[in-house]
Each structure stands twice: as structure tokens, then as C-alpha cells.
């Protein structure tokens, strides 16, 4: 069993066992069962995260994904060392996962998915289900994943056909835990947009996830089962709905829209996307909990909650508990992470160029407007295309899952930055369709998300405040010699984006119905990098480019 570093030799168990105080955190302490439950209520302990995209290391100061674990924080080592602090002190608890486990570093670009089996082998996690991301390289891959994978992935949602590799995998939609003669089901509920957002084969298809969690539930309460928790990968808004829709679920546990849940950490900083937990009422009046930890490991969920005979809750309490810097490494997951890191270090190190630009960034940053990342690689995509007729060059928000770095920028850093190995491809479309895709890029909420596109060649103006549909204005193109157009609706452009774009993934079909042109097809990450290689001192980027309405 491993030992707790910074606490010296002494083991939760025995420190709850003799009653050594200074041997015991207070976060875990907050999380003591004050004694047996009295009568017929239940108490259960849910430790859960989600969105922890192969940020194992955890994150550097900026936010990024970090390589050496032992500076920076968040990372698999201090969960496995959280999640077994919590288990020691507690006789019941659940440790979730709500999916998107990978995608985010070169830990998955370089190392894939048997590198997060192994990684879930030592984090002492009960159950998962299954994100878009967890898609990303096929269902046969993902396939091979779920055979190795030691924790049960549960997708009541999911129904392959007999030719899609998941069919013949142990995928089960629910499974059930005892605690001293309580039983608890943990219902999956997988991401279900896999075949538009993700590379799910054809023959992957979903049941709807409401009827599919109202289904789970009726059979559970006839096996005699009235503790549901629904472990989700939908968003929070749809687990909202959820709760709200469907009788006899108690918990939801979720993730994907990265939402973090409970109070500002300071005056000026980021305003939580709700309490925690949301209290929502099902059909039948009573609560349903849902919670949802942040995002890329850097915080655990800790739901506490009384249930009556019934199994209903009655009382609740809990956190994001962020994972800080100061906590324990699990020593084994510690050891196989460095042994990780080490191998990916030749693709981290490999030094490209130089950056002294100040300018907002990450994964956050591209879904709100510019951000630096995605001047950048836009630029690097037009420099690349002008040689073969391009006259603009798009990239969706989301495809960018880290920013570039202050200083020395190296192979790594691009890889981190556009980690999901994107063809380029050269395609001819109308002014119109070019219009209908930046319409659709901000017609979500706020005028912002995944789905905005960045540009180069090309400058547009957004107005959150109008109606979907009817947001974008003053759409001019640039020429080679910097000299802007309006864009004309009958004119043909020869655009370059990457194949996500193309083959009409996030719902932009318009851009799937483009003309072919002739073109080399290369991956994204090379021709930034080669970009970068040839400018070796980043200059500031033509901004803004989208232009967002005050």
C-alpha cells in the first residue's frame, strides 16, 4: 500500500483508528462518518471527477498540461492519493468518473489509450462512462481500451450494431454497489453526439438518454434497487433536464461542459457555473443532486449525502476540492507517470521558436474570441494554403486544448496545442456557406463556445445580443497584400481547415458540402510547427478578428 509523503509514515486508517489528528488532512476530516447510521438512513460519500483529459501530470501555473508532476498541480497521483484518503475515512464511497478521461497532452498523443488503462488500474476509481474523447481514435481502439480498462464502463445509452467493435465488449449500463445491505446502482449515461463531434464508426448508435435512464430506473426498483445515481457525459444543462424529467434518480454525477460548481475562489476570479451541489426536483417533488468538478484534474468532487429508507436524500454537503500542490502523490501512480513523462520528453523538448507575446490563451480563451493559439495556427494554415490558391483559413474553438507558451516553445507545445492530429484539406465555398458556418460558430450561449471559428484572412464582427442565426456582421477578407473585401455571397473561396471542419463535424454541414481542391492534406500540428520553426521569434498577430459587440 502506498504511504502519504507529506504526511510521513502514518496511514489514514490508523490515524482514524488511534484518533492522531495531525495525521489526518482536514479536507478528509470534514468527510467522517460521525458514527453508524441511525436507523434506516444511509450515508454515501461520492468522490467524483470528470474531464480530466490526460493531464496526469496535472496543470503548470498558466493552466497548461504539466510533465513534472511534483511542481506543478491537480494530477492522477494526488487524486489516487485523495480518493483513498476519502475511502479510508469513510465506510461508503463511490469514486466516479464521468468521462473524457483523455485528449489534452502528449501522455495521450504520444502514449494513447493503454497508457490510461494502466494510469485507472492504480486510482482506486469504482466506475466510468464514456466521453466524445474517449472516441477519438475509433471504436476499435476505444474497444481495446474497454478490455483493458480495470474500472467497469457502464453506457445504458449505448446500443453498436453487430459490426462496431464496442458490440462484443463488457459495456454494461448499470452496475450496482453494496454497503452493509444497502444496494446503490450507478447508471451510464455516454456522450451520444460521438459520430458528428467525434470519430465513432458508422455503426455506433445511441437510445435517447432520458428513456434510457427512466428504463434503467424501472428495472433497478424491481431488483429492489432505490438509490440511483445516473454517471453522465451529456453537459450540465442536460443533466439539469434530466433530474428534472426523470422519476427515481437521486444523483447525478456529470461532465463535458467542464462546469465547476460552488464559490468563487476569490474577489475578481471565475464565477462557478452554479452552487454545489444544484438542487433540482424530479417529477415526484423530491431532490435530485447534480455535481459536476471542473475540468483536466485539477479539482475532486466530494458529495456527501444522507439518504432516508426510501432512498431519498434528506441532507447533503460537500465541494470541488482543488487539488493544490501541497497534497500527496500516490507513490505508484507516481512512478508510472514519471516513467510516462520520460518517454514523452523528446517530443516536449524538441525547441522550435521563441514567444514574448502577451495575449489571452488556452482552452478557456478559444472559446470565448481570439485567443493567441488561434491567430497563430490560423496564420500558419494561410501562409501554408496562399501557395496552393487559398483564401482563408478556418479553425474551430474548440480543437485548441492549450495555449502557446511564454518563451521557449517546443514540439511539445503544439502537440498539446492541437493534440487530435487534424488533416488540412482545401475546399471551395460560397461567400454564403462561408457566412451560414460563422453564423453557426456563435449560436450558442453568449455567442460563444467550441464551435466559434478562427480565422485568418479574414475579420467579423458578433453581436451576442441578437437572435441565433443573425449575430455575425462586417464579414471582410483579406488579401495577400492585407487589403480587405466585403464578402461577396456568390463568390467561390478556397478555404483550408482541418478534416474535423470538413467532414461537417459539430454540426457544420455546410462546410461538409465543399468543392474539393488540390491539396497535400497535412496535419495541422506540422505546419504550425514548421511555421514556427521558420519565424523563430513570434510577432504580435493582426487582432482583433472577432469582434464582438460591446
Not at 498540461?65 to 492522477?76: E, F, I, L, N, V
Not at 493503454?114 to 494510469?119: H, I, K, L, Y
Not at 445516473?230 to 442536460?238: I, Y
Request: charged residues 20%.
Amino acid at each position: 500500500m502506498m504511504r502519504f509523503s507529506v504526511w510521513g509514515p502514518c496511514r489514514l486508517a490508523r490515524a482514524l483508528a488511534t484518533g492522531l489528528a495531525l495525521c489526518l488532512p482536514v479536507w478528509a476530516a470534514l468527510f467522517l462518518c460521525a458514527g453508524p447510521c441511525s436507523g434506516q438512513e444511509f450515508e454515501l460519500v461520492i468522490a467524483h471527477v470528470n474531464d480530466t483529459h490526460s493531464h496526469v501530470a496535472g496543470t503548470d501555473r498558466l493552466g497548461n498540461a504539466a510533465y513534472d508532476q511534483t511542481r506543478a498541480m491537480g494530477g492522477s497521483a494526488r487524486l489516487a492519493a485523495a480518493i483513498e484518503a476519502v475511502k479510508d475515512a469513510n465506510p461508503h464511497v463511490l469514486a466516479l468518473d464521468a468521462g473524457d478521461e483523455v485528449q489534452g497532452s502528449l501522455f495521450y498523443s504520444v502514449l494513447g489509450l493503454p497508457f490510461q488503462a494502466r494510469v485507472n488500474a492504480l486510482t482506486h476509481l469504482d466506475a466510468m462512462t464514456l466521453g466524445n474523447h474517449e472516441f477519438d481514435a475509433g471504436c476499435e481502439a476505444l474497444a481495446g481500451f474497454v478490455r483493458q480498462n480495470p474500472v467497469p464502463v457502464l453506457a445504458a445509452n449505448l446500443r453498436p450494431r453487430k459490426d462496431c467493435p464496442l458490440a462484443s465488449c463488457a459495456i454494461a449500463p448499470w452496475r450496482v454497489f453494496s454497503f452493509g445491505g444497502r444496494r446503490v446502482a450507478v447508471v451510464g449515461l455516454a456522450n451520444d453526439e460521438v459520430r458528428v463531434i467525434s470519430r465513432a464508426c458508422a455503426h455506433t448508435r445511441f437510445a435517447n438518454a432520458a428513456q434510457s435512464l427512466r428504463t434503467a430506473v424501472e428495472q433497478l426498483e424491481k431488483e429492489g434497487v432505490h438509490i440511483v445515481i445516473a454517471l453522465t457525459h451529456l453537459g450540465l444543462e442536460r443533466d439539469r433536464e434530466l433530474a428534472r424529467s426523470v422519476r427515481g434518480v437521486d444523483i447525478i454525477v456529470g461532465g463535458h461542459t467542464h462546469s465547476r460548481l460552488g464559490k468563487a475562489t476569490e474577489e475578481g476570479g471565475p464565477v462557478p457555473d452554479g452552487p454545489y451541489p444544484i438542487v433540482e426536483r424530479g417529477p415526484n417533488g423530491q431532490p435530485v443532486l447534480v455535481v459536476t468538478a471542473g475540468w483536466a484534474l485539477r479539482y475532486l468532487g466530494l458529495l456527501r449525502v444522507r439518504l432516508d429508507s426510501a432512498g431519498v436524500p434528506v441532507s447533503w454537503s460537500g465541494h470541488e476540492m482543488e487539488l493544490a500542490r501541497d497534497l500527496p502523490l500516490d507513490k505508484d501512480v507516481a512512478g508510472l507517470v514519471a516513467q510516462a513523462s520520460a518517454r514523452v520528453e523528446k517530443s516536449r523538448t524538441a525547441f522550435l521558436g521563441h514567444s514574448d507575446l502577451v495575449f489571452p490563451d488556452g482552452l478557456d480563451a478559444c472559446r470565448a474570441g481570439d485567443c493567441l493559439a488561434g491567430l497563430v495556427t490560423t496564420d500558419a494554415m494561410l501562409a501554408y494554403g496562399r501557395t496552393h490558391g487559398a483564401d482563408l483559413a478556418l479553425y474551430n474553438g474548440g480543437g485548441f486544448r492549450a495555449g502557446i507558451p511564454r518563451g521557449r516553445i517546443s514540439l511539445g507545445s503544439v502537440l498539446d496545442m492541437l493534440p487530435f492530429g487534424n488533416r488540412l484539406f482545401l475546399r471551395s465555398y460560397t461567400g454564403s456557406q462561408i457566412r451560414a458556418a460563422l453564423e453557426h460558430g456563435v449560436a450558442g450561449p453568449s455567442a460563444r463556445g467550441p464551435g466559434i471559428l478562427h480565422c485568418a484572412g479574414l475579420v467579423y464582427s458578433v453581436d451576442p445580443k441578437k437572435a441565433a442565426g443573425h449575430r455575425v456582421s462586417d464579414i471582410l477578407v483579406l488579401d495577400g497584400q492585407g487589403v480587405a473585401h466585403p464578402l461577396e455571397e456568390e463568390k467561390n473561396y478556397a478555404v483550408v481547415l482541418p478534416e474535423y471542419l470538413a467532414q461537417g463535424g459539430d454540426s457544420f454541414c455546410m462546410l461538409a458540402r465543399g468543392v474539393p481542391l488540390p491539396f497535400a492534406d497535412p496535419l495541422d500540428a506540422d505546419v504550425v510547427a514548421d511555421y514556427i520553426r521558420e519565424k523563430g521569434q513570434l510577432a504580435q498577430p493582426l487582432a482583433p478578428r472577432i469582434r464582438f459587440a460591446r
